[in-house]
């Protein structure tokens, strides 16, 4: 199984960032029900290690939250934005909840993951779209700020490889309490 972790956003939310998909030519926009914040990529596990992660997991204790979407920016590869996204504001609350999970994950038996966090939701994935229209984009965004989201559970998502896109499922939901 190709999983990951993420939290996953309230539908008025999914709507609101749908109304920004759009007005750059190239761009291939993420369905509104794929949105999420990727708190960890785990990868491909089989069976019986995706068992060990669920329970560890599953034995994760942390307080429930709000976060805030904030800004707009962009992921590069190589020199060519690659990824368009709306950023998540500043939280040491999602921080110690993903620190959490890191090292949870690492019990578990996982690699240590070396990048480091920086939460966002992505908007679209491209190749090659002129940077001047992409600046463009994010000058244009950069001002959006949602409205509180309460963030009371994690989800640990598969993910499939889907015809256009990936299709993301929701296997287990931890709680936040
Ligand atoms: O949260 P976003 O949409 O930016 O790009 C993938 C997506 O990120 C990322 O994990 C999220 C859920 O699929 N992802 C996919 N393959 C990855 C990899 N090999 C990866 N992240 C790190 N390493």
Redesign the pocket.
């Known amino acids: 199984m190709r999983l ?1 972790v993420a939290l996953d956003l309230p539908h008025s939310l999914r709507e609101r960032l749908s109304w920004m998909a759009g007005g750059l030519p190239g761009a291939r926009w993420v369905a509104p029900e794929n949105y ?1 914040v ?1 708190l960890r ?1 785990i ?1 491909e596990l089989p069976g019986y290690r995706a068992e060990e992660v669920d329970q560890a997991l599953a034995a994760l204790r942390a307080p429930g939250f709000t976060l805030q979407l904030a800004g707009a920016g962009t992921f590069e590869k190589g020199g060519r934005v690659n ?1 368009l ?1 709306i950023g998540v504001e500043r939280n040491p609350q999602l921080d110690h909840l993903q620190t959490k999970i890191e090292t949870a994950l690492q019990r578990a038996g996982l690699e240590r993951e070396r990048r480091r966090f920086l939460p ?1 939701v ?1 908007l679209a994935r491209m190749d090659g779209v002129p940077e001047a229209k992409i600046a463009g984009w994010v000058a244009g965004h950069n001002l959006f700020r949602s409205q509180p989201v309460l963030v009371e559970h994690f989800t640990l998502f598969s ?1 499939r490889l889907g015809k256009e896109q ?1 299709v993301y499922t929701p296997e287990v939901e931890y709680e936040l309490v």
């Open positions: 990951f999420h990727t990529f990868g990824s996204w966002h992505t993910s990936a």
